[in-house]
């Protein structure tokens, strides 16, 4: 544990940079912007991964919150980005609390498979709503900000700005909850949990947090990238779009808030160059990577970044 | 003196074994008990129910005129009553420092009340106030030199040792220690002791513990309380205790055949 | 009351195809304390060496009544070679691992499996509705069933009742029991758990295996048939209590019948109720219907 946090700081340069950046890579910018809502997904997986939980269901989450910002905008003509990405959070933040009961009480396997059979229950569910397009899902209609459009627009910048500073904002708070007494906990729920509870604190309501926390941020992602790609179908729920996120956790490692970002747009890169060269390997590739990852970097990539930091 | 916890008639079967027939014991403020028995004569079930692990199927737990019965650990905890464990429960991964700063930041939370303490918004360990109370503790139970060591690669004496200071950063006002010296090789188990006691006596707290070997619950142990399935034996001043006939033979004599070649009792 | 006929029998014909598959599940969980996320890629694997092996037959003219056979045998040659492969050449490093380090291994494994099969036989569907046209069909009361449906029931029964028999009154079985209570201990007298462990995921490979080939003429069989598979799969063994064969049964039982009444009556809430079902009984058995006794830990 170190003293000084710098991770604020470093954060803030990241931010500016590809703020800068960004008007010189108009043809990264839409990958980009989807990384940074995955990668959303990912840091609020991180937050369950420091303690202890594996959840193969965040893409319930990133669905519902996709799907939010989509029906708000398609029915309801709400436009604002700023009010539909908070909608897509507050839903799904309700919906993970109401969800967390059930789930705060089971860890390792039962947790992990528990979450999968929701988010399938919820992919089962739109598959079959005719409302919502079944398998097609639906278009999201353009969302504008301070008067202007900013999504579905050649123009790829604005949102991404947005997604920049939406990503900036919950990766440095979501840095100042893993730093409270609260967030400190995840490593000795980990470790120990009859100890906390000997301690004199309640494991349920701190898992419970976390899971609502995780929630919330894999609903945000869910509703950048709504609005990015401007359409949204059932498989953001299926379990194999849990499976990515969980592998980007892991390979990214739980070491620092920026690492579920840069994991993020890594595999998003790759995998978009996977797909064209082979897209029947793919899933072959991902295995086997993740065997690697599991066997020779249990911590994640992040870990030999500190490493390298600590010889410095 | 006055009575600071009191447990009447405590019963708790699992199946057909009866682990407590009817316990009842009257801990007096700032006392020292030891409690004494064989395995599975019902003492770590004992503890486990006053702490709040195991609800007794019957009787009542009074702590400070209040009833604890159905309470959590946590709950109990935070009312005053800490306990250390047979096998230590420490945050394997982490280290000493780390271990005894998240007690601490637990400890505070409680105290302070709020989710997110406003008083350790930022790294508890950049805390002051909390630096200092861990390395009091540490310097306290000889922990210092393994300061930054993960906690699951100590020497096993070192983690009862963390383990005990973990329970006693509390301050609790009732300090319960399972087996405080089980594992310990014999020429540490006195040092350990002693360093716990002294911890204890700076502050002021009773002490109830659970302990097999005759030697620790002789020199530390004014009052002794001997069970045998799920029963009393004997509650007294040590010297009657040990000496007393039904406890030569159910729990001593036990006992003796346990620690072949131990030294003679030096009486308290 | 012809409805509620139909229900229970496609429950029933249902609730056999989930438990011959659940079974391989809760038996490789029982006994390695892995949840095995590669179940369904087995169950694949298990159609699709089906497909190829009682297309090949048929297509070079032998019997038509053999191929019943030829599926079983596609089966059982599956989990002889990927149960072994797999356990020898990777499972068997990681044990002593987490038991979530487990299943992320065997989700991994998921991920290769689904490409390497799609790299062997090709994206195409495969078709050999053979075996399940041919015994043609029976009528109950008003309603049609094929004969081959029987055979699923039939296969299901044998398999559940096979193992019960060979754990309660088999030397091999009772040792494998007590590798199922408590792996170290039984390290300790003497038991080669190793070989247990082998010869469990082997069969219960082989039994997702014998899932796949059975279901293979009833379907076309493509790529990805074998994702949902794991998640009902899961229903099952969470509902019956994980490790447990009873509740395997049991679990297989109600899934079947709840998700018959649901395609009869309100197709939309197929996996809606499964899962209702399944997170009603956590709430008031939280480890499942069977679920082992929980040891002290302190």
Request: charge should be neutral; proline fraction near 3%; hydrophobic fraction near 55%.
């Amino acid at each position: 544990m170190t003293h000084t946090d710098k991770t604020p700081f470093v954060l803030l340069a990241a931010l500016v940079v590809l703020l800068a950046l960004g008007p010189f890579l108009p043809k990264s910018l839409f990958l980009l912007t989807m990384s940074l809502g995955k990668g959303l997904v990912v840091l609020g997986l991180v937050v369950l991964l420091r303690t202890g939980l594996v959840s193969f269901g965040q893409g319930l989450y990133y669905c519902v919150g996709a799907y939010a910002v989509g029906s708000l905008s398609q029915f309801a003509s709400v436009k604002n980005a700023v009010l539909l990405l908070l909608a897509g959070t507050l839903v799904t933040a309700i919906l993970a609390t109401i969800l967390g009961f059930l789930l705060a009480n089971y860890r390792g396997i039962f947790f992990a498979m528990l979450t999968l059979a929701l988010s399938m229950i919820v992919y089962g569910l739109l598959v079959k709503t005719s409302t919502l397009g079944s398998t097609d899902g639906f278009n999201v209609p353009p969302a504008s900000l301070l008067g202007k459009v900013i999504s579905g627009q050649s123009n790829q910048y604005p949102m991404f700005a947005l997604a920049c500073i939406v990503a900036f904002v919950a990766a440095v708070l979501t840095n100042s909850y893993l730093w409270t007494a609260l967030g400190q906990l995840s490593s000795a729920i980990r470790d120990n949990e009859i100890r906390v509870e000997y301690m004199g604190a309640s494991v349920r309501n701190a898992v419970h947090t976390k899971y609502v926390l995780a929630g919330a941020l894999a609903g945000l992602g869910g509703a950048v990238t709504a609005l990015a790609i401007g359409h949204i179908d059932p498989e953001m729920a299926y379990w194999t779009t849990s499976g990515e996120f969980v592998f980007v956790a892991i390979l990214g490692g739980t070491g620092s808030v920026i690492a579920p970002f840069l994991g993020s747009i890594i595999f998003e890169f790759i995998r978009t160059y996977a797909y064209q060269y082979s897209p029947n390997t793919w899933q072959l590739v991902l295995g086997a990577a993740l065997l690697l990852l599991i066997i020779f970097l249990p911590a994640g990539l992040w870990s030999v970044f500190a490493r390298l930091r600590r010889r410095t | 003196m006055a009575v600071i916890l009191n447990t009447k008639g405590l019963r708790k079967s699992f199946g057909a074994v009866t682990a407590a027939a009817g316990i009842s014991i009257a801990v007096e403020e700032d006392s020292v008990v030891g409690l004494i028995g064989t395995n599975g004569a019902g003492k770590t079930t004992f503890v486990n129910m006053v702490t709040g692990y195991l609800k007794p199927d019957a009787g009542d737990i009074i702590f400070k005129d209040r009833d604890i019965t159905e309470l959590h650990p946590r709950d109990i905890t935070r009312l005053g009553i800490c306990r250390s464990f047979q096998i230590p429960q420490l945050y394997d991964s982490l280290s000493v420092f780390e271990n005894l700063v998240i007690a601490l930041g637990i400890r505070d939370r409680n105290v302070h009340g709020s989710v997110f303490s406003r008083t350790f918004k930022l790294v508890p360990a950049a805390n002051p106030l909390v630096v200092a109370a861990a390395e009091q503790s540490m310097q306290r139970f000889g922990l210092l030199e393994y300061r930054e060591r993960a906690a699951r690669l100590l020497p096993e004496g070192v983690r009862k040792l963390l383990d005990i200071a973990m329970a006693l950063i509390s301050e609790p006002e009732v300090l319960i220690l399972d087996e405080p010296t089980s594992g310990v090789s014999a020429d540490e188990k006195f040092a350990i002791m002693d360093m716990v006691m002294d911890a204890v006596r700076s502050h002021g707290c009773t002490v109830m513990f659970v302990e097999h070997d005759m030697d620790i619950v002789t020199r530390y142990a004014p009052r002794v309380v001997a069970f045998y399935e799920g029963r009393i034996l004997a509650d007294g001043k040590a010297a009657d205790v040990l000496s007393d006939e039904q406890v030569q033979s159910y729990v001593i004599g036990g006992l003796r055949a346990l620690q072949t070649g131990a030294s003679d009792i030096s009486h308290a | 009351m012809n409805e509620f006929l139909a229900v229970l029998m496609d429950g029933l014909i249902y609730s056999s195809w989930l438990f011959v598959i659940a079974l391989g599940l809760t038996l490789i969980y029982g006994v390695m304390k892995i949840l095995n996320m590669a179940h369904g890629s087995f169950y694949a694997l298990g159609a699709y060496a089906a497909a190829s092996m009682v297309g090949y037959w048929l297509n070079h003219g032998h019997a038509p009544m053999a191929s019943y056979g030829i599926l079983v045998l596609a089966a059982v040659l599956v989990g002889l070679i990927a149960g072994p492969l797999i356990e020898r050449g990777l499972l068997r490093f990681m044990y002593g691992r987490d038991e979530m380090v487990l299943l992320l291994v065997t989700y991994a494994l998921f991920l290769i499996l689904e490409d390497v099969i799609k790299l062997i036989w090709g994206v195409d569907p495969y078709f050999i509705p053979e075996p399940y046209s041919l015994l043609g069909t029976m009528d109950i009361a008003s309603l049609t069933y094929p004969y081959y449906s029987f055979i699923l029931i039939g296969v299901a029964v044998l398999a559940g009742g096979a193992v019960a028999l060979v754990l309660q009154y088999t030397r091999q079985g009772k040792l494998l029991l007590a590798v199922i209570h408590d792996r170290e201990v039984s390290l300790a007298m003497g038991i080669n758990v190793s070989r247990f462990y082998l010869v469990t995921f082997t069969v219960g490979t082989a039994l997702a295996a014998i899932g796949g080939a059975l279901t293979a003429p009833t379907v076309s069989v493509v790529p990805g048939m074998g994702v949902e598979v794991i998640v009902l799969a899961f229903a099952v063994v969470v509902i019956g209590g994980l490790g447990s064969l009873e509740g395997a049964a049991l679990g297989a039982l109600i899934v079947g019948l709840v998700r018959s009444a649901a395609v009869h009556y309100l197709p939309q809430v197929e996996l809606f109720c499964i899962y209702s079902v399944m997170a009603l009984v956590l709430i008031f058995r939280p480890k499942g219907l069977f679920a082992a006794a929980e040891v002290r830990k302190i």
